[in-house]
């Protein structure tokens, strides 16, 4: 089993920070690089306790499908979603939001275990730990940059 663990410093509310974490819509913005897109479950919005979203977006040059529900919400400070439907044997990503002063703390800690015994633990080393780091840190900047804006989402001038 892996765990990757983040925190991120943001100087906004912690609601507009949780909100933005659980927004299906932003989750497609800021993954501009794995172009991934809702096909499934909740579509757009706010995920909600016991929603399913399914993203469909390339990694590895694959087209990959991935089903998470959102299995423990505590609002504005916690949740958590696991994968129902995917290519991991299991995934965990749970998210935690706590103020300090006028910023808000993020974590982001990620459980997952990969199948195909020692190839896919030798995967992991060499290639899915790297590239999961970089999609969530990409996405944890993104996230920082709109919530410290302190304008609305989603902006006008979408690309």
Known sequence: MTRLYFVTYIKAARERVFDLSRDVDFH???ATTSRERAIG???SGLLEPGETVRFQGYHFGMCLRHTST???FVHPAYFVDEMTEGHFRYFRHEHRFTDEGERTRMED???YDVPFGWCGRLFDRLFLRRHLTAFLNER???LKKVAEQEVSYPPDNRD
Do not use: D, P
Request: without cysteine; neutral net charge; charged residues 25%.
């Open 140 to 142: 944890n900047e993104y």
């Open 41 to 43: 479950g909740r579509m």
């Open 70 to 72: 959102l299995t423990e």
């Open 28 to 30: 497609t913005k800021s």
């Open 109 to 111: 800690i990620l459980h």
